[in-house]
Structure formats: C-alpha cells, structure tokens
C-alpha cells in the first residue's frame, strides 16, 4: 500500500514538472519574440500592415519591365524610331535600370518580323510592349487580344484594345509650321516633300507643309514625291537629286530612314558648292547635326515630333499603375508635343522665327485649322 502511494506521488511531481518546464518555454519564446521586436523597432523596421504593403508595391514598380519593337527604319534611324528609343533609356535611366535589365528593344529588318518581336517580349514577361510605327498595327492588335494580361503601345496609329493605348501626334501642325519656314527662306520659290510610305498618316505631314507654305505664298511651288520606304536612304537621294537639279532649294522629309538619302545629297551638293543655298528641313527628331557638312550646315529646321516625351510619359503612367488602357492619347502644340527647331541661327533668323510664331499663335487660338488630308488641303488652298 505504502508503495502505491509512493508511486502516485512520485508520478504527480513529475507531472508538475513538466508543467512548469512548458510554461518556463513558453515565457521564453513570447519574451524572445518581444526582444525580437524591439530589436526590429530599434532597426527603424517597421511591421505595420499600411508599410508592407507599401513595400510590396514598390517592389512591384521596381520590377517593371518594358520592351520596344521597331518599324524597318531600325532604332538608330536618326528620326522617328530613334526618339522613341531615347525616350525609353531616359525612363530607364531615371530609374536605375540598364539595356536588357529593366527595358530593351527589338529591331525589325521587315514586316515579318514585327509578330514574332513583340511576342517574344510578351513571353519573357515584359510588362508593357511598344510597337513603332503605324506599320505594327496589325500586329499589336492581336498581340493585344491573344494574351490579354500584357500592356501594350502603338505609336502613330489606333489599336482597339482594353489593354493597349493609342499614341498619336499633330503633325499636320507642326508641318505647318516648318512650310512657312520653307516658304519664307526658299529663293526660287520652288520646294519639296518627300515621303516614305504613301499613307493617311504621312499624308498629314504632307497637307500641313503643303498649306503652311501656300499661306505665306499662294504661288508657290511645292513638288511631292514618296520614296515608298522608310529605310531605302537610296531612293530618298534619288528623288532628292532630282528634286534640287529642278531648282527646288528646300526639301522637306518625312520618310525616316529614306529620309537620310535627301541629307546626303544636299550634303554633297553643298561641298562641290559652298556658295549654293540649299536646304533640308528634318523631322521626328532635330535632325541639326545630320546637316552638318564642313563649316556649312543645310538643315534649316526639323518638325520634331517628341515621340520620347510620349514614350516616357506612358512608362510613367504604366509604372504607377495608371496605364491607360483603352486611351487615345494625343499630342500637339498645345500639349508641347509638337514643336520646331531653331538649332541652326544662321539659317532660321529672327524674321523668320517670328513669323513662324506669329502663325503658331494662330493655330493655337483657333484662327488657323490646319488640314489633314489632301481634300482639305485643297479646300483650304482655294479659301486663301
């Protein structure tokens, strides 16, 4: 009997010991988690649900990633694709990234190529995917509809997508400008257009130059010819030869890459003659430095188009969670989108500056509608 009692107890004390042990751990664990804590506190860690939450967003914003698909015209086009491109690596430098981490391009020798580039941007998970030029539109169009969770961009034309936005430009406007600059400095009163693809879009480069000029001169004469291409710099001389054999001594280009073929022919006419005034008047991008030949220079002016500051500001927007889906965005004069080059002083005179800003003002009031097409720009030749 005694010896059963002697068990009991014995099997009580170790029973409460083992409670004691438990609570002992326990203490330790919640106070070592509470060191934890204050260690964290004392850190400037904080563990509040609202700054987690800021923490994964920007994370999530650090991790942003965009790619941009080029038209035939190549990325170092010196114009349109070029702008788009500098505009993505200023984005990409302001945020620490680097070509290949963070943003990257992809070149396009020829329309076959533009699908299988945006695609491949879309399957390495790229956020948002640019498509340069009025020519990706097919493209980006079913891009945008085959996986529905990517961003994407189409410069220069619409895209009917809930997941694509629409970047375009008033360049009717800005050829304006640049054709009453033509207008104003041509000594034979003859000038030229030359574009790349004959199209709605380079068809508004065309209808603005053609009435910027005609209002300063009603009797002036304006030849247009298309190279068909915006990559062959080749036939861009030819036609640039032909134009300035024809006494024509200003050209204006909106052909991209073709476009550099009419700077290299007045560039070597004005080396076998440096006395000759003969102009180019660039586009897209300030094309100054593309005229420069010995101390002479023949780029008059340049419609720039800021295509970067459009690319740019759609990074922006996308990186913040405000991608505009859906969206068409449009730039012109008053959004600061459009604008003209004065890089060349000795070219662009203060008279000339001044009568270019004079007709800018009455654009921007409304006095002066600049046309689109090639009926309203003989609608509006025939009102002058």
Same mark, same amino acid.
């Given at each position: 009997?005694? !010896?059963?009692?002697?068990?009991?107890?014995?099997?009580?004390?170790?029973?409460?010991? &083992?409670?004691?042990?438990?609570? @002992?751990?326990? $203490?330790?664990?919640?106070?070592?988690?509470?060191?934890?804590?204050?260690?964290?506190?004392? %850190?400037?860690?904080?563990?509040?649900?609202?700054? +987690?939450?800021? @923490? %994964?967003?920007?994370?999530?914003?650090? #991790?942003?990633?965009?790619?941009?698909?080029?038209?035939?015209?190549?990325?170092? $086009? !010196?114009?349109?694709?070029?702008?788009?491109?500098?505009?993505?690596?200023?984005?990409?430098?302001?945020?620490? &990234?680097?070509?290949?981490?963070?943003?990257?391009?992809?070149?396009?020798?020829?329309?076959?190529?533009?699908?299988?580039?945006?695609?491949?941007?879309?399957?390495?998970?790229? %956020?948002?995917?640019?498509?340069?030029?009025? &020519?990706?539109?097919?493209?980006?169009?079913?891009?945008? !509809?085959?996986?529905?969770?990517? *961003?994407?961009?189409?410069?220069?034309?619409?895209?009917?997508?809930? *997941?694509?936005?629409?970047?375009?430009?008033?360049?009717?406007?800005?050829?304006?400008?640049?054709?009453?600059?033509?207008?104003?400095?041509?000594?034979?009163?003859?000038?030229?257009?030359?574009?790349?693809?004959?199209?709605?879009?380079?068809?508004?480069?065309?209808?603005?130059?053609?009435?910027?000029? !005609?209002?300063?001169?009603?009797?002036?004469?304006?030849?247009?010819?298309?190279? +068909?291409?915006?990559?062959?710099?080749?036939?861009?001389?030819?036609?640039?030869?032909?134009?300035?054999?024809?006494?024509?001594?200003?050209?204006?280009?909106?052909?991209?890459?073709? @476009?550099?073929?009419?700077?290299?022919?007045?560039?070597?006419?004005?080396?076998?003659?440096?006395?000759? /005034?003969?102009?180019?008047?660039?586009?897209?991008?300030? /094309?100054?430095?593309?005229?420069?030949?010995?101390?002479? *220079?023949?780029?008059?002016?340049?419609?720039?188009?800021?295509?970067?500051?459009?690319?740019?500001?759609?990074?922006?927007?996308? /990186?913040?969670?405000?991608?505009?889906?859906?969206?068409?965005?449009?730039?012109?004069?008053?959004?600061?989108?459009?604008?003209?080059?004065?890089? *060349?002083?000795?070219?662009?005179?203060?008279?000339?500056?001044?009568?270019?800003?004079?007709?800018?003002?009455?654009?921007? %009031?409304?006095?002066? #509608?600049?046309? /689109?097409?090639?009926?309203?720009?003989?609608?509006?030749?025939?009102?002058?």
């Amino acid at each position: 009997m005694l !010896k059963k009692r002697i068990l009991i107890l014995f099997a009580l004390m170790l029973t409460l010991g &083992l409670v004691l042990a438990a609570c @002992g751990s326990s $203490d330790d664990e919640e106070k070592e988690k509470e060191e934890d804590t204050t260690t964290e506190t004392e %850190n400037g860690s904080e563990t509040e649900e609202g700054t +987690e939450e800021e @923490g %994964n967003e920007e994370a999530s914003a650090g #991790d942003f990633t965009a790619g941009l698909v080029t038209d035939v015209g190549g990325v170092d $086009d !010196k114009s349109f694709n070029q702008s788009a491109w500098e505009g993505m690596e200023a984005w990409g430098s302001e945020n620490g &990234l680097s070509q290949g981490n963070g943003y990257d391009y992809a070149q396009s020798s020829a329309a076959e190529d533009y699908l299988p580039n945006i695609t491949s941007f879309v399957r390495n998970d790229y %956020n948002l995917v640019f498509g340069i030029g009025f &020519l990706l539109k097919d493209d980006i169009e079913t891009a945008a !509809k085959q996986y529905p969770e990517t *961003n994407f961009a189409l410069v220069d034309d619409v895209v009917e997508a809930p *997941n694509a936005t629409s970047i375009t430009f008033k360049e009717h406007q800005g050829s304006f400008l640049v054709g009453v600059a033509a207008a104003l400095k041509t000594e034979s009163d003859k000038i030229g257009f030359v574009g790349g693809v004959d199209s709605p879009l380079i068809n508004k480069f065309e209808s603005g130059f053609i009435a910027g000029a !005609k209002s300063v001169n009603p009797d002036i004469e304006i030849q247009v010819e298309y190279a +068909e291409s915006f990559d062959d710099a080749g036939k861009g001389k030819i036609i640039a030869s032909t134009m300035y054999n024809d006494g024509i001594d200003v050209i204006y280009h909106a052909a991209g890459g073709a @476009g550099n073929g009419v700077f290299s022919e007045a560039k070597a006419i004005k080396e076998n003659d440096p006395d000759r /005034q003969i102009w180019v008047i660039g586009v897209d991008r300030d /094309q100054h430095e593309e005229g420069q030949v010995g101390d002479h *220079n023949v780029t008059l002016t340049s419609m720039v188009k800021r295509v970067d500051v459009a690319v740019k500001d759609v990074l922006n927007r996308a /990186q913040a969670g405000d991608f505009p889906g859906g969206e068409l965005l449009e730039y012109g004069l008053e959004e600061e989108g459009i604008t003209y080059s004065t890089a *060349n002083a000795d070219a662009m005179t203060d008279d000339i500056i001044s009568e270019v800003e004079a007709w800018k003002e009455k654009i921007l %009031n409304g006095e002066v #509608d600049v046309p /689109q097409t090639r009926e309203e720009t003989e609608a509006f030749v025939n009102g002058l």
